[in-house]
């Protein structure tokens, strides 16, 4: 089944204790990227790649790293997560930026 | 930073009657494509229009875009208690890389 994984599902932690959030796609797609989802301000762009090893920021790159290794994965790193990345994060993949994207489940995160 | 933006932001509506929701855009684009996710799930791609179609239609769903006027609808017709949602534009303004979506416009389908 075609499809977008990421893991884990549901994720506390406290402020300052580093995190990875795995995001993996078995659909061969080039371009994945992440988002956040917050109420009242919709979908934001952390980062995309094009490709492996290529990466660029989105909208709110901030207190985010990401690496792009292998074709199918592209796991998001909070090295010091603070309380303001509380947040929905969704992982999505496509076979170029402006075609259909087909995203993870969603990681919901609560950093106190 | 430019955004679809949809409109209205919420909507309630009986089941069986039809669902309009608007989003306009303001730079040019190479297409507009609208979401559907369910309380706080992924996002499910529902349709594509391209930027030299006009009108577009999947099952009970139909898209219109506008580029002389940046905006673009998805109309839902004969709408079910299953409809209920969030409903996303997204256009391809930057370039090609990247795809920017709207804040969203709740839909609630009442049985």
């Known amino acids: 089944e075609a499809q977008v994984t990421q893991n884990p599902r549901y994720l506390i932690t406290v402020t300052g204790k580093k995190l990875t959030v795995t995001c993996s796609q078995n659909m061969n797609h080039e371009y994945m990227s992440w988002y956040r989802q917050d109420p009242g301000l919709g979908l934001r762009q952390i980062y995309y790649s094009m490709n492996v090893e290529v990466t660029d920021k989105g909208d709110v790159p901030e207190g985010y790293k990401v690496s792009r290794k292998e074709k199918r994965n592209f796991p998001l790193i909070l090295e010091s997560p603070s309380p303001n990345q509380t947040s929905l994060y969704f992982c999505a993949s496509s076979h170029k930026p402006q075609e259909t994207q087909y995203f993870g489940p969603g990681t919901r995160l609560l950093v106190l | 930073s430019q955004q679809g933006e949809e409109d209205p932001q919420a909507l309630s509506i009986q089941e069986g009657e039809n669902a309009t929701m608007n989003c306009s855009y303001k730079?040019?684009?190479?297409?507009l494509q609208w979401y559907r996710q369910n309380s706080g799930r992924g996002l499910v791609h529902l349709i594509l229009?391209?930027?030299?179609?006009r009108e577009k239609h999947s099952g009970r769903l139909r898209v219109t875009l506008d580029t002389s006027k940046k905006s673009s609808s998805l109309l839902i017709t004969a709408s079910r208690a299953a409809d209920t949602a969030s409903y996303f534009c997204?256009?391809?303004?930057?370039?090609?890389?990247?795809?920017?979506f709207g804040k969203g416009n709740q839909v609630v389908v009442i049985p």
């Open positions: 997204a256009t391809d303004f930057y370039g090609n890389n990247r795809l920017a």
């Open positions: 730079t040019s684009i190479n297409n």
């Open positions: 229009i391209r930027s030299n179609e």
